[in-house]
């Protein structure tokens, strides 16, 4: 095997190292997938507009966010179950990112837990995705637990009341291997994904324990648990960033879930401008969805993201070599950056603007 | 064989299910079938903005039309000849529909009479299709005896003065098969769909009988002779929308007939909006054409339709598996809507607005 | 064989009729084949918006083209060398016209001379499309026969000062077999496709014969030689409509040549409105390229044309039945006419306006 | 064989007569190729709007550049390594361009050195295209040798700080053969191309080598060694083109370097219009990128360039046919424009503005 030298032929090798019914688990967006090509192809109409004869001899990816800074823009997105991938699962993801200097954001529905990530004790601590589960005190136990062990913010995913109805994960009756566990869930609470006949594990168990009524007022009961940060991840409208900013929010993750819930919503990347626009300078905006090339991550920087999240290539980095695959992915997609940005005449991100990109 | 999870897998199988010349006959659209296709494509180019953090744990579908409350928005479109589908035809539909409070819209080219399917006394009464006859007596008497048994409106269909040309029938010679026959019309007035050389039956029946001078006036002339509400189903402009509001029509069908009569008219969910902004709060605003899973559904109702016609994917859920088939369409689509509703963030259908969508 | 049922099944059976070299030379577009191809495409983005409940049970077709009446606004578009096609070549085309009272434009490359034409004495009868030659006394003389053998109208060609690049013609080194002929030419000049080393002869033909440096003084001198009215074929652009206008021109055609000039060129159907709007009642406007259903011609006429020249689907006929075949080709065009006129709600063309067609 | 009649016959058959990895190093873009496509499309969405009835007997395509008259308004745009598609490499290429007059750009990295090719002493000059290496006294060396040979004008490259990636020069680890030399530079300071594994040695090259440090200040430094105007390669916006016009620079080239360079660029002629309003009468424009036609070149012409590069077109020839082929593919665009101004009503490149093209 020759070593792939870009992100679509880490997807291409993936299969080889996946079950059937982990490799559709993460390939697979809601019903007809609409949401899942469109936010690629979203970014293929967005044309650069580079600029020439400026010194790029010394570039620059350093990033501020939370007010923390990182070596790149370039966060790893909260997944579930990455044992599926890979034996050492988040614990392999959790050093490759570290080492990178990236943020991780650990899934609530990791197959390890939480504290077993904190024990690596890496320099760039990891963020904590939350679901809210119906029972709060399990939901404000993990956020006790989040905070106690060393994250630096907490991710709360807004965009899955319900689950998306991911076709494939139904007609395969998706569950975890016996082997796996939810590492977070089961020690506290017992909880695991269920066996359905003719169903999504995964659809049932969010039925059963996900809180569907949750609204702005939680995000405040959320916050006053805490004194890490609250990211809300899964906002495509301005007014809804807006009520973020009004609710406290001080970092917003444009996302549709990796066209994984709402099949037919907006593509991330068409969605970002308004949420900029209208949040300005009282939040940072972040986005994921479709990010697969380092001028992917440029186009997201001059639409004013602050910064991008990556997922399903670190999967796949994560099947096919374990630490070593996504540390690369990572590395593959920060370099590309680099060299769009010397090709675009930006030394540092901030030289980036909405000059640079037009959509034709 | 595993149980189809959305309208698509009912429309894979249910060639198996019918004869060529049935399959041939409800596929079908007009001429090059350009409309067929582009009533599809219309829905994909509107992306959907949804809300979040809306307490979504109740969901309501409960739609109010003509001044009746029904649990969902979505009613069966009227379809001939339904008995090439499955032997117990309409009758099975409307058994299905009537399972789960929807509307089903009978057809006057029905096979089996209105009587037959009045019999079933159902909670939720269907509503009669009526083509305008040359016999008008004809008429008179199809509208008499559908306020007889109950029927509760009048859907009439304008974009009919001369059949589509539907090629594939046209090849096919299409006509019912000897056991089938008009089952409103033998009894009253011995028509039936004739055998013609190189000809659709079906064809040449429409310039026979049917009457190409229909206008508005004869709208009001079917008015006065019912107290049912008469629905105008066919409409695509805005000016026409006013039209039949001036001739006191209290709800208007956004209609292409599924891409069978005019090849290259206008997709139906973009002539929405402009019939919508015609009409006001002065009539009722449904559509047909293209609906295949439940985010159609809410793009429409995000347009300004107050409910959806169901067509093709009714008759492959009877074909497939008779009134247990059509059930379960109507279940999937409500399922979807409900989960799309959720993702949303709209509890009821009210919550629904224009916001939701963008043609991108 | 079945009869064919629309112009595109006569496209298919016209190979088995045709050498070779002719299906190509009727086939082909200039270059890349793109504006070939866009003559077509551009009619699918036109929608149409039919208008219901309108009278239809009587229509009329009857169109009114520099004064004389015509049972349908179809026209024959001049095209060269017809016995490639059948025995008959351009007599079996000038019968099938004349019988459903079309108007067929008789080209200067015909392989029947206008007399042989003109002797049979049709009822409808046809105009004279002309090409310029270097020997202007050539031109005159074309002029005087055509205007003394009851031509109504003489068709002057603009858009081939040279020929267009038709590679497949190139590569087949086009030129007529033996037993054809210029018929109007050879008798009074002895003129000749040549034959060509790596070339079309028609190509070569042009560059020999024809003047490539007319201008509207020319389009002047032409009308002051006759009575007849000059027709101007081959305008895309508003301010040369004009032009035309004001060099007394009465009727122009929106013309790219059936893709066979300057690959490149705008679609037909989308120059029209320009060219209406420019000339408004000043001139007639006529149109062809990619007719090939009724509802292009509804769709021309509602942009603004008073008539259509259909092109290779009368080669197509012609092909496959000879006289019969062009007469099948026009009614089938004619009937999907009046289906689209009757399905829009317009019993007459005066009803066809621009508010039949939006472009999506 | 049979001779090629156009420019895409000719990269058909160019496969035959190069290596793989040279096949690959003249076909490739950057990354996806996005850009390298778009080059093309940009040009089919543009429409031509020709006008009728000119005097176009005498065309002359006369073109003033810098000051010179050239008989055509087609350049060779400067390409590294000709000898890869045959032995005589730039020396053939050279004697083509000037047997036509057309003005051939010798890249710093030819594998023939500029004295080789200005000992040829044609009648066009070439002019030099230069990257600045980070060792200045070898550039300041570079302009004198090119001044001195007769070299008419310099070409700046500066879209090239680092190189792009070439994702299958990456995977051949592209190379020069061992026979072959970077003729201008060997002798000089010994630099040659290395072997790197799993790299392109170019990208190397370019990394270890050339000036990522360049700026517009650089621009006058390199205009003050020389009395040869200087033309900058590279602009794809209005505000950089204007910058290019206040550091005195006379002409520009729209280029994103054959999508060579940064992926995802906007089409250049998509980006000329922008560039031509900003710069008005202070500088001539130029521009490569996806020019196959005769047409793509009218097109530019309209909207706004002086001339056109053509780059692997003119590969293609050299590796079929040597001089012959490169002169044979200037020859079939020059005779391609030629027809199309003829079909335009363009006696003159002046006729040409930018009514005659629509986006569409």
Redesign the interface.
Known sequence: M??P??LFEYESLAPQHLSPMALDYYASGA??E?TLR?NRTAF?R????????????QRDLITEILGQFFPLPILIAPMAFQCLAHPEGELATAKAAAELGAVMVLSTMSTKSLEEVARLRQETNPWFQLYVHRDRSLTQALVERAEANGFTALCLT?????L??R?RD??NQFTLPPEMELANLTTMANLEIPQTE?ESGLFTYFTQQL??????R??EWLQSLTKLPVV?K????G??AL?AVEHGVKAIIVSNHGGR???????TI??LPEVVAAVGDAAEVLIDGGIR?G?DVF?ALALGAKGVLVGRPVLWGLAVDGEAGVRHVLQLLRD?LD??M????CANLKDIDA?FV?R?
Chains 1, 2, 3, 4 share one sequence.
């Open positions: 020759t070593r030298i870009n019903w007809d609409v469109h293929e967005l044309k650069l507009r580079p600029r020439m004869l400026v010194d790029v001899s807004v965009d899955a009341p319900v998306g109805r076709e139904q007609r003719g809180d569907p009524g949750l609204t702005w939680d995000v809300v899964g906002i495509l409208r007014d809804d009520r819930q709402l099949d037919g919503a907006i593509a068409d969605a090339r001028t186009k590309e060299v769009a010397a090709l675009s005449g000059s037009k034709l």
